[in-house]
């Protein structure tokens, strides 16, 4: 599971808040997705912790690079976007309290899927979360690619090349 740091001071305010916070060496951190990001934005945004301020995607920074424009940078959101929606469609399912990949995995955890006949059986479903995965890779978080890989290891044995 992903966390967030919070600083000293905000501790309390977490806590207000009902953030499942908890102690990890000196760190104190609390589970993400939050509660509080509500349909792609921040319902809480006046009093947003400092770590949520401070946060820039690889996107944000690649255009703060000039190493993108911001038709391009739009472009590649809708593009994620479409697909994220394209996976929600392809699951049969749509739960905002759960990311796309929790969904993902549940599918690909299902006891019927055990054997790898997720990914035999559905392979659009399989292409798309990868185009995600690559794109999300590149341009938002590095680590959806590792996420993914995580997932369909243990599925890709049983598939004959």
């Known amino acids: 599971m992903t966390r967030a740091v919070l600083m000293p001071d905000e501790v309390e305010k977490a806590e207000r808040l009902n953030l499942s916070v908890c102690r990890q060496g000196k760190q104190d951190l609390f589970a993400l997705p939050c509660a509080?990001?509500?349909?792609?934005?921040?319902?809480?945004?006046?009093e947003r912790f400092k770590v949520c301020?401070?946060?820039?995607?690889?996107?944000?920074?690649?255009?703060?690079?000039?190493?993108?424009?911001?038709?391009?940078?739009?472009?590649?959101?809708?593009?994620?976007?479409?697909?994220?929606?394209?996976?929600?469609?392809?699951?049969?399912?749509?739960?905002?309290?759960?990311?796309?990949?929790?969904?993902?995995?549940e599918f690909l955890n299902t006891e019927h899927n055990t054997s790898g006949e997720a990914l035999k059986s559905h392979p659009e479903l399989l292409?798309?979360?990868?185009?995600?995965?690559?794109?999300g890779n590149k341009y938002f978080e590095p680590k959806l690619d590792a996420e993914l890989n995580a997932a369909v290891q243990p599925l890709r044995a049983s598939i004959p090349s």
Do not use: P, T
């Open 36 to 46: 509080y990001h509500v349909d792609k934005k921040c319902s809480i945004y006046e």
């Open 53 to 105: 301020g401070g946060y820039q995607c690889e996107m944000l920074k690649r255009l703060l690079a000039g190493e993108v424009n911001l038709d391009q940078a739009l472009e590649i959101v809708r593009m994620v976007q479409r697909l994220e929606q394209e996976i929600y469609q392809l699951l049969g399912k749509h739960d905002a309290s759960k990311s796309v990949w929790d969904l993902f995995n």
């Open 127 to 135: 292409l798309k979360a990868r185009m995600l995965s690559l794109l």
